[in-house]
């Protein structure tokens, strides 16, 4: 499959001051490409320029220099904006500040209503992203009365109901409890399997990045590691350097690997875990 | 609590008025006022009252209700009427004590006056009761559309409205985390003197304020990423389609205008 | 003495209404005084409408909140005092901020104590210097921080009341690993330092399992547990059937001992596992 996403030399920075001081540039030579149906995880802390890349995918930035194609469109044309983030629909944080309507199947129609799609298609479509993310039930309630991750979820229908080939996603999590987190996790993983459809999750949550295809780890406007998730997260001391966590397990690996015992570091499940401690104990027996 | 303000006033439900069109309930409506302000007589009054109260009954909401929409209304009723007493001065004397002199026309007059403005209170509360704000918005906005021709933003004030209520619930909310938050650190909110009181109000404003500017900017960004562009080209989800009811209620409502102002015609003789 | 006691607590919301709701149902608990406690529970389990008892922002249907063994509501007049002694650090605590400059902000508590300047600036300065924030930032703006920064002034506002008990209502949600770590280390130190109580609520495990003496569970209204942190993890089960999270390392040695290890501890912190695997592999190979 093709690459749907294809970030060339990507810079970035912020419009001049009144001054006419240039402020740093936040991203500093971004190269990347995402294959069509692939599950990325992009990681960082607070300030590593994760969210300004998002905001590229979609057009809501424009590079300073480099390119951005999304299927193939370039993002900084301007004449084909909406046939753009028809493609690639993006979910933001909170979950409060993305719901326009009082009505929950009003929202998840409110992109095909500007894009004038229309009724019958529209209700289809509707229902059936509803169904999706398991909230048709809730059609007809005002989002004020569903949880976190409810409203994240009706978010996400939005999206889906405009058939994106992509969906950015950036920290939809963050302010959600552990039980809405798991449901719009859930949700964006059917997304992909089901409906194939490329995912770029914005995040500084490791234990979201493991169910990953593959994750790309930022700092200060670049990328620093990009792989699967048990080589990058194997790499426990240049994560830790930049301030970012690594599941339990691959700590615990990586402790005992300093320590001087034969374990893997590629771990990131508890299952993996186990077997590997398992097998540790096993052998001193051997011996 | 903040939490426990109703907004809208608005009562779900399936009842026949509910069903309604709500273009034509609003168009219903308006001749509803009308006809009130027509009729010059009590039996113009008995026949908006006989009106009401079929409205009022198919609606399936409890009167109780419509007396709450009364109630706030009760002091101005009653010193108007008192001064409707007081100051007219024709018909005959039905009571009299000291230097006040009350007339058979000021009776009139005040009862005509307080039965009119509860029947307008009742009739405008089944509108809002029956249909939901943003129902109504939508409503409003469609049947404003002509007026697009003439350059006047309809469905921007529309989609103003329809965020706005929306919000009103987010912002309550967060009104009272607020609230709680200052008066975690002593802030003095429902005690203390007015000048406290006053520059305590900044510290719940503020914040307030803030979080609301940063909701719109998110808000923003949020509708342009799902293309929206203005009203221009929009298909809704929402369909408002008339059925045969609304055309009958529409023509009742009409047969009822036709009777005031026929007994209007035949009582001024 | 406990500093802080319940009895029988009882809050029903909109009593005698259809919506009628107990939030909180008959709690009884003990806080000695100088701990730290980690508070847990998932949304609706009732620990928010606990926590805003201790401090008189909600008053109790039925029972009683004692602090210092007295009855909170004894006089309801003095109830301001109670929240200067029992500072409370709502979730997202920034979006309360509001004065021009750090200072008047951290200042605000102090000042409604109708304090004098001396004592509110020593106050002021004393929690800054705790919570991480230099003397530079003082004068500045707060809205022109950063969002870690901004909450550590809104925490500092707290502080500053110096309270007999400190309770923080998620203190690093949306935070990234950086930042949580950054408030959690300078919470610890105040603690160290001040020698108060603190009550910390929380979604992740790991984290309570770093700093918590104790663990308070709340479940449906009703208080699950509260007892030491070794003896809440040691009902790690439990607390999964209850739909809260236990650390992952604690998830592993569970495995460990359906496989036939058993450690015959309770471990929930990386650094107790690889001491307490290191020793018993040294052990084995001994024999």
Known sequence: MGNIIEIEDLHFHYESDAEGNTPPDVLKGINLSIKQGEFVAVLGHNGCGKSTLAKHLNAILIPTSGKVTVDGIDTSDENRLFDLRQRAGMVFQNPDNQIVSSIVEEDVAFALENLGVPYEEMRKRVDESLKAVNMYEYRLHSPSQLSGGQKQRVAIAGIIAMQPKCIILDEPTAMLDPQGRKEVLAAIHRMNREKGITIVLITHYMDEAADCDRVVVMDKGEVVLDGIPSKVFSQVDKLKAIGLDVPQVTELAWELRKAGLDISPEIITEDECAAAIERLFSRTIEN | ?269 | ?287
């Open chain 2, 1 to 269: 609590m903040l939490k426990d303000i109703t907004i809208g006033q608005y009562f779900p439900g399936n009842s026949l008025i509910h069903r309604l069109d709500p273009r034509f309930k609003i168009v219903i409506t308006l001749i509803f006022i009308i006809m009130l302000f027509t009729g010059k007589s009590f039996l113009c009054l008995a026949i908006g009252a006989v009106y009401t109260v079929i409205a009022v009954l198919l609606s399936k909401i409890k009167p109780k209700m419509f007396w709450k929409s009364v109630k706030p209304l009760l002091p101005f009723l009653i010193i108007t009427a008192v001064l409707n007493l007081l100051l007219v001065s024709t018909g005959d004397i039905v009571w009299e004590w000291k230097f006040i002199k009350i007339r058979s026309e000021a009776i009139d007059i005040s009862v005509f006056m307080i039965v009119r403005i509860v029947l307008l209170i009742i009739g405008s509360s089944l509108l809002t009761y029956t249909t939901s704000p943003i129902t109504l918005t939508d409503a409003i906005e469609r049947l404003l559309s002509p007026l697009k021709k003439l350059k006047f933003p309809v469905h921007e004030l529309a989609m103003m409205m329809s965020i706005a209520l929306r919000f009103i619930p987010t912002l309550i909310e967060e009104t009272d985390k607020i609230m709680s938050a200052q008066k975690a650190r002593g802030a003095e909110i429902d005690s203390g003197s007015f000048m406290t009181r006053t520059r305590n109000m900044i510290s719940i404003l503020v914040p307030l304020f803030i979080s609301a500017f940063r909701r719109a900017d998110e808000l923003a960004t949020a509708m342009e990423c799902r293309c929206y562009h203005g009203g221009e080209g929009r298909t809704r989800l929402r369909q408002l389609k008339s059925a045969p009811r609304d055309y009958i209620a529409l023509a009742v409502t009409i047969l009822f205008f036709g009777a005031v102002i026929a007994v209007s015609i035949l009582t001024k003789k």
């Open chain 3, 1 to 287: 003495m406990a500093i802080l006691e319940t009895q029988e607590l009882t809050y029903t919301y909109s009593a005698g209404t259809p919506f009628e709701k107990t939030a909180v149902d008959h709690v009884s608990l003990k806080i000695e005084e100088g701990q730290m406690v980690g508070v847990m529970g998932h949304t609706g389990s009732g620990k928010s409408t606990l926590i805003q008892h201790f401090n008189g922002l909600l008053q109790p249907t039925s029972g009683k909140v004692l602090l210092d063994g007295k009855d909170i509501w004894e006089d309801k007049t003095k109830i301001r005092n109670v929240r200067f002694q029992v500072g409370l650090v709502f979730q997202y605590p920034e979006y309360q901020i509001f004065e021009e400059t750090v200072y008047k902000d951290i200042a605000f508590g102090p000042k409604n104590m109708g304090l004098d300047e001396a004592e509110i600036k020593r106050r002021v300065l004393a929690t800054a210097h705790d919570i991480g924030l230099s003397e530079e930032l003082m004068e500045r703006s707060p809205f022109e921080l950063s969002g870690g920064q901004k909450r550590r002034v809104a925490i500092a506002g707290v502080m500053a009341m110096e309270p007999k008990v400190l309770i923080l209502d998620e203190p690093t949600a949306g935070l990234d690993p950086a930042g949580r770590d950054k408030i959690l280390s300078h919470i610890k130190a105040y603690h160290e330092r001040a020698k108060n109580t603190i009550l910390i609520v929380s979604h992740s495990m790991e984290d309570i399992a770093t700093f918590a003496d104790k663990i308070l569970v709340m479940s449906k209204g009703k208080l699950f547990c509260y007892d030491d942190t070794v003896n809440v993890f040691a009902r790690a089960e439990e607390i999964s059937q209850i739909g809260l999270d236990v650390p992952q390392i604690t998830k592993v040695f569970g495995e460990l001992k359906k496989r036939g290890l058993d450690f015959g501890k309770e471990v929930y912190t990386v650094g107790y596992a690889r001491d307490l695997l290191l020793r018993r592999l040294k052990e084995r190979e001994v024999q």
